[in-house]
């Protein structure tokens, strides 16, 4: 069982927004606003997409955008193509003796 | 450019020790609030980070498995290597090393990782 809680799916339409909730504790989400999100697609390996719950690496599109409310992270990808048809996890450091703590992750479907 | 990547046996008997190696470019391991992280993912399952490793030699290991774990490094030679005793079934996976930059709490490079089959 991860320590973090995701819908283990989600889905929308090319053009559509979509949301991924995150939700930890006072220990970890809720915590620190140290929560970061990462994308996987099939057999590859997992790319950051959103650090320090809504800042974005360079070269990642900003159709992809994070927020956090008391314990729940999101993630909204909004203007859905099949490209981000992908597994997305977040993340949060959980305290000085605990550096990361995971999703269960969700999978995210394009219809 | 950072680059990093994973090597080590693909196959472990139960109850072995498993020892696993990051070998990375791009970056230092003496430059202050850098870190090495390993984390790794079951098949069809979620990633779980294990341990960390900071420029300063300080070590983070996960509460679950912090007592088969171990972590060290050879800046010198730009390597992490990671240790984890007793192991068993449940540690099939894909084990990856990645990059903490300078004093954060996210990893931004992902080595392409190695599965690790525990069989007998």
């Known amino acids: 069982q991860s320590a973090l809680t995701q819908p283990p799916s989600a889905s929308g339409s090319p053009g559509q927004s979509v949301t991924i909730s995150c939700t930890g504790t006072s220990s970890d989400v809720g915590g620190y606003n140290y929560v970061s999100w990462y994308q996987q697609h099939p057999g590859k390996v997992p790319k950051l997409m959103i650090y320090?719950?809504?800042k974005r690496p360079s070269g990642v599109s900003d159709r992809f955008s994070g927020s956090k409310s008391d314990n729940t992270a999101s993630l909204t990808i909004s203007g859905l193509q099949t490209e981000d048809e992908a597994d997305y996890y977040c993340s949060s450091y959980a305290g000085i003796n605990n550096f990361a703590v995971f999703g269960g992750g969700t999978k995210l479907t394009v219809l | 450019q950072i680059t990093l990547k994973e090597s080590g046996p693909t196959l472990v008997k139960p109850t072995q020790t498993l020892t696993l190696t990051c070998t990375f470019s791009g970056f230092s391991l003496s430059t202050h609030g850098v870190g090495v992280g390993w984390i790794r993912q079951p098949p069809g399952r979620a990633l779980e980070w294990l341990a960390l490793i900071y420029w300063d030699d300080d070590k983070r290991y996960s509460p679950s498995l912090k007592s088969r774990l171990s972590i060290t490094k050879d800046a010198s030679k730009y390597q992490v290597v990671l240790t984890m005793t007793d192991i068993g079934p449940v540690d099939t996976a894909t084990y990856y090393c990645a990059h903490r930059p300078i004093y954060t709490h996210f990893f931004d490079y992902w080595g392409p990782g190695t599965l690790v089959t525990v069989s007998s």
């Open positions: 320090e719950v809504s």
